[in-house]
Nanobody, 121 residues
């Protein structure tokens, strides 16, 4: 099995910063795409940022210039540095990874349980 565990959420004032981490563990041979999604109350889940194993990163328009996604392949970990936070960034942030368990297996989608970010004064 593969587990994704997020950390780093919390309460922050508008204009502040947070750094989220997501560590993948378990039966992992390769990780292709790693991404952060978020879901605010009453809203659909949306992609925040994505980073493939090789290639360019992708960001939602609403976070461009404020958020930075990065990954440490040796640690199977993805990060999300969030700066200039706004109240509308309040949401549960979920980690997603596309994982292959061995060289012959299919790529599978895995999700963490999420970490809550609240931006409020």
């Amino acid at each position: 099995q593969v587990q994704l565990v997020e950390s780093g959420g919390g309460l922050v004032q508008p204009g502040g910063s947070l750094r989220l981490s997501c560590a993948a563990s378990g039966s992992i041979f390769n990780i292709n795409l790693m991404a952060w999604y978020r879901q605010a109350p009453g809203k659909q889940r949306e992609l925040v940022a994505a980073i493939p194993s090789g290639g360019t990163t992708n960001y939602a328009d609403s976070v461009k210039g404020r958020f930075t996604i990065s990954r440490d392949n040796a640690k199977n970990t993805v990060y999300l540095q969030m700066n200039s936070l706004k109240p509308e960034d309040t949401a549960v942030y979920l980690c997603n990874a596309v994982v292959r368990k061995n060289w012959a297996s299919d790529w599978m989608d895995y999700w963490g349980k999420g970490t809550l970010v609240i931006v409020s004064s």
